[in-house]
């Protein structure tokens, strides 16, 4: 009767294995501009984003270029999860107050950096304790924010303290 446990739990282990197998690199990208802000902003910043996903490698690819920014940077991060997708805020769920190693204090730039979405630091501590405690539950709760496009990238300036593109 013991083998029978040890079976099952070798079993489980080996379907793990085999959804891990068949996890995906999963690529978004998105417009930053002053009317996809909430509220709207009048900035003439413009910006495009990609962020990349690797669910095998628990890895979070974000690359970011802008220009046009009214004043300098001071903060950008992804927020989650909207209540209705394509509207509305969240709070951040990302590094805060900024990715490591973005330009600050700049009006355009660009930034490419690969997060390891395993570590707590990748994310907001907030946003870690509103999605159930720990790093896996919130890595959960982030992509699946990003897939349901209940997420969005910002990056804010001294002029618009709110987001500004």
């Known amino acids: 009767m013991r083998k029978l446990p ?3 739990a070798l079993a489980l282990v080996a379907a793990g294995m085999t ?3 068949q996890a995906a690199v999963l690529m978004y990208d998105a417009v930053l501009n002053g009317p996809s802000e909430s509220p709207p902003t009048v900035s003439p910043g413009t910006g495009f984003a990609l962020v990349t996903v690797d669910t095998v490698a628990n890895t979070m690819r974000v ?6 920014l009214t004043a300098g940077d001071t903060a950008a991060h992804i927020h989650a999860a909207t209540s209705s997708p394509g509207a ?7 590094t805060t107050p900024t990715f490591p190693g973005f330009p600050g204090g700049v009006t355009a730039g660009s930034y490419d950096d690969t997060l390891d979405m395993t570590q707590a630091s ?6 870690v304790t ?3 405690g720990t790093v896996p539950f919130a890595e959960t709760a982030l992509y699946a924010a ?7 990238w ?3 300036t001294t002029n618009f303290h709110g987001g500004e593109i």
């Not at 690359?63 to 046009?68: A, E, I, K, R, T």
């Not at 990003?146 to 969005?152: K, L, P, R």
């Open 63 to 68: 690359q970011v270029s802008f220009s046009g």
């Open 154 to 156: 910002n990056i804010h």
């Open 122 to 127: 990748s994310y907001n501590s907030a946003f």
């Open 130 to 132: 509103a999605n159930g």
């Open 146 to 152: 990003i897939t349901n496009d209940q997420a969005y």
């Open 19 to 21: 959804c891990r197998s």
């Open 88 to 94: 509305g805020t969240a709070g951040v769920a990302t």
């Open 6 to 8: 040890i079976f099952a």
